[in-house]
Each structure stands twice: as C-alpha cells, then as structure tokens.
C-alpha cells in the first residue's frame, strides 16, 4: 500500500524498537542512507538499530558507523525501516523485517517490488538519501552537520558525484544549504569517490585489460573470478566502479561487468550501465533482477561464457 508521510510519522513514534536495514553488498547510498534515519530517529528520542553485516572501510568516517550491528539480539522489532532496496529478497537482515509488526519501505528504485506494509518510493529521486532530505524537513528534523554528512555521502556516490541524469536543482540546493553548515563537502567527495584501494585499483587494470567490444563497440564486456578476489586480496565493496570504465568510452552504449559469486562458482553478479537509450533495468528485469534505467544488476547462472551469452542475447534485442 501506498501512504502519505504522516503514517509514516505515526509509526515511527508509535515503535518501541526499530531495525534500519539494507541492500546486500551496501554503497554509499545504502549505508548513508541507514545512518542519517539512525541520527535523524535519535533525535525524536528514538534508539534504532541499524543491522549491515558488511561495511565497506572507505565508510568508516560516516558519522554513527561504530554503531552499526551485524546482527541484533531482538527477533520482533516493532517496526523495521527498509532503505534503498528494492527486492525483499536483497535485504540484509530481512529476517527481522519479516518478523517485524510494521513495515517501511523508502527507495528510489522503478524496479521496486513495493514489500512493505507502508512503500515510500520515488523512482525520479537520484539517490534513497534525497528521498530522506524532504521527509526530514516534513518531519521537522533539524539537518545538522551529522546528518549532512550521511545524507550528502548517499547523494555524491548515486549521483557520480553530481553528474547523472537525475540530479535535481534540490540537489545543488541541499548541497549548498550544507556547505553553509560547515559540512566538508570536498572532503566527502574525496573519500568516497576520489580513493580508491590498493584491490581496487588491481582489480581496474585486470577488467580493463579483458575488456571486449562487442555489437559494433556499442557493448563493453569484462569479468573478475573469485581467483582474481583471493589473489588481489579484495574486500567487500573493492569491485565498486569497475563497470564504469566501459561505459565512458566513446561509442559505447552499455557496459557489462560481471563478477563470479562466492557462494556458487557457476552464478555471476551482473552489473550493467548504459549512457544514452538502452533501459538496463528492463533487461536485467529479464534474470530476476532490476535497478535503475541507466545502472541496474541481477544474479545470473552459467559459467563465464554461458552468463555473456545470455545477457548478450536480450542486448541484442535492445541495442
Ligand atoms: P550495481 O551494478 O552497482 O551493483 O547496481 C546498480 C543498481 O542496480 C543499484 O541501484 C542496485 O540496487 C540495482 N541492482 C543490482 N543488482 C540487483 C539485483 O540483483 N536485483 C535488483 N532488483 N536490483 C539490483
Ligand atoms: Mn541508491
């Protein structure tokens, strides 16, 4: 069901207990977005848990981080807040979202298959965190320095740092509010953006060097092994931005990233980005997956050569 922002209000101050939870494999925007509700909630006297079991280091200067729980003592919260996910399925902790009395869902996926009690979704909004800016100003929630930061991190890594399509004029409006605040806006985009680890940067030089241009140079195709992870030592979050470098090559349509899984050797996580036309949501809609138009994923089966067979078959369809 849809519903306005006073249920939302209402059930959050009617909660005793409350879990914040998010999308597996958590990004800027995810984690951002978990710990301005975090901060935000605490201010009207509430003491939420935020369950993420894996934190990607480059976030470790988010304010609240050291709170963060990889799992929770209480099986029943009273209300379980979902933020930037659109699959029940992708939900980390969605053991306590089930169990759960009441339900949130806040996101700005299309794909969003809308699994709470109460869906907050906006699908034009360019990150989950400036869904967040709106309800906190209804909420008469005061955006201080904190709470900027959390927000203001979500929006630069889903956004590329301002440059996407779905950038508002309230995003520049926002950013400016907070640099006004004292919030380091730079400094965030530096760390978040900017840096990049050591695996990272080994795991760029291997899916740059296998790099295929496939349909006339309109699709970029590369892939990281779980070998390649063991051997460059990679941690969660290192293969982060690797399927942009396709992407932003002249000609080129849709980039193809795809990832072995660690859990299943035959089963690749698909990462897709296109620039101009292609919907890479629908197609990825195609294996169970979904996203945004121009930056979506699914889980797809086979072994490296099978999984590109696949996915190039629906490309073809669109390109
Ligand atoms: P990424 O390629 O960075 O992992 O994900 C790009 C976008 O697609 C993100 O907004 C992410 O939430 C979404 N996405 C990635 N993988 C999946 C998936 O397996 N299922 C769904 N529904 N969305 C996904
Ligand atoms: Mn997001």
Do not use: W
Request: hydrophobic share 35%; net charge negative; charged share 30%.
């Amino acid at each position: 069901m849809i519903m306005t922002l006073d249920n939302i209000i209402q059930e959050i101050e009617k909660a005793q207990s409350i879990v914040i939870l998010t999308h597996e494999t958590p990004d800027g925007d995810a984690i951002g977005s978990s710990l301005a509700m975090r901060v935000a909630l605490k201010q009207i006297g509430k003491e939420p848990d935020v369950v993420i079991r894996e934190v990607p280091k480059i976030f470790d200067f988010l304010p609240g981080r050291d709170e963060i729980k990889s799992d929770s003592d209480i099986e029943e919260y009273d209300l379980a807040i979902s933020l930037d996910c659109a699959d029940f399925k992708r939900l980390v902790g969605n053991e306590y979202f089930e169990k759960a009395k009441q339900t949130i869902v806040i996101d700005h996926h299309g794909s969003n298959k809308m699994y709470g009690d109460i869906n907050f979704v906006n699908p034009v909004a360019p990150a989950c965190c400036q869904i967040l800016i709106g309800m906190f100003q209804y909420f008469d929630i005061k955006i201080d320095k904190e709470l900027g930061t959390c927000i203001l991190t979500g929006i630069i890594t889903d956004t590329g740092g301002f440059r996407y399509s779905g950038v508002t004029p309230e995003t520049f409006e926002f950013t400016a509010e907070l640099l006004e605040k004292g919030v380091n806006v730079s400094e965030i985009y530096k760390r978040v953006l900017e840096t990049k680890t050591k695996a990272n940067f080994e795991l760029m030089k291997r899916t740059v060097n296998r790099m295929e241009f496939l349909e006339d140079g309109k699709v970029t195709f590369t892939y990281i092994t779980n070998k390649d992870l063991e051997e460059v030592d990679a941690k969660i979050g290192d293969h982060e931005g690797l399927v942009e470098n396709g992407r932003d090559i002249e000609g080129v349509e849709v980039s193809v990233f795809i990832r072995q899984r660690d859990n299943d050797e035959n089963t690749y996580k698909v990462s897709m980005r296109s620039n101009d036309y292609v919907n890479v949501s629908d197609v990825c809609l195609m294996f169970g997956g979904g996203g945004h138009e121009r930056a979506a994923g699914a889980i797809v089966q086979g072994d490296i050569e099978q999984v590109k067979q696949k996915v190039m078959k629906e490309l073809k369809k669109v390109i």
